[in-house]
């Protein structure tokens, strides 16, 4: 079972560059989200998509955008990419389906450091 | 959602009980009370949560108040393997409330 797969793992950036965070989960979720987690600091939610064909901002969505692509995966895009967004990127899935528990669940992360 | 307040930091002794305190004392009559760790870098794992009613699962239980303004975690025998930060959230499960926001949590250090 695979669950939340995230590509890249690692990646280094010189500012301006862009690249895409792919992520990918296997549970049939509806739901999925994106966050970043700087050092020391609480996850912060960038974007979510609440369902295949939707996708709203978070609380720091500012220099990225996403694609809901299908119901499996949901990229994120760093059009051009800043020092300040170097940090550790998790993607979630959840079910919201009435009667589930709605838990999140993360992917491993995305380490991205820009130079 | 409702916001919580967690202390920073606490420690426990191996093989005690840890009690992690959680405010939330602006919470909702339908927001449910979650709690995940972040063990060091991995992704955040979700351990229980619950409305009013006390939860008790294979990892840890939920104290939740009458007036539901605050809740502690406790996870009964503490190992070093449980050393992790902690978030408490609340939020409208499942089908409202996407913008599932997490706070600074509290990290938990187990000592031996």
């Known amino acids: 079972n695979a669950g939340v797969t995230q590509t890249p793992k690692f990646q280094v950036l010189k500012t301006g560059q862009s690249m895409t965070l792919q992520c990918a989960q296997d549970?049939?979720?509806?739901?999925m989200y994106w966050y970043r987690q700087d050092p020391g600091m609480g996850l912060r939610l960038i974007y979510y998509?609440?369902?295949?064909?939707?996708?709203d901002k978070g609380e720091v969505p500012n220099g990225y955008n996403v694609s809901r692509l299908n119901k499996r995966e949901f990229s994120l895009r760093l059009e051009s990419a800043a020092p300040s967004q170097t940090s550790v990127y998790f993607c979630?899935?959840?079910?919201?389906?009435?009667?589930?528990?709605?838990?999140?669940?993360f992917g491993e992360g995305s380490r991205l450091t820009v130079l | 959602d409702a916001k919580t307040t967690q202390p920073p930091s606490m420690d426990c002794a191996e093989g005690r009980a840890a009690n992690l305190p959680c405010n939330h004392s602006?919470?909702?009559?339908?927001?449910?009370v979650y709690w995940y760790r972040q063990i060091h870098s991995q992704g955040p794992q979700y351990i229980i949560h619950?409305?009013?009613n006390n939860e008790t699962n294979e990892m840890a239980s939920l104290i939740i108040t009458e007036d539901r303004k605050s809740s502690t975690l406790i996870l009964p025998h503490a190992t070093l393997r449980d050393t992790a930060v902690y978030y408490c959230?609340?939020?409208?499960?499942?089908?409202?409330?996407?913008?599932?926001?997490f706070g600074a949590g509290t990290r938990l250090f187990v000592k031996a």
């Open positions: 979630a899935s959840s079910e919201p389906d009435r009667g589930r528990t709605g838990e999140l669940f």
């Open positions: 549970m049939n979720h509806n739901s």
């Open positions: 998509s609440a369902s295949e064909g939707t996708t």
């Open positions: 602006t919470i909702s009559g339908n927001e449910y």
């Open positions: 619950g409305l009013k």
């Open positions: 959230i609340v939020r409208v499960p499942p089908a409202g409330g996407f913008k599932t926001i």
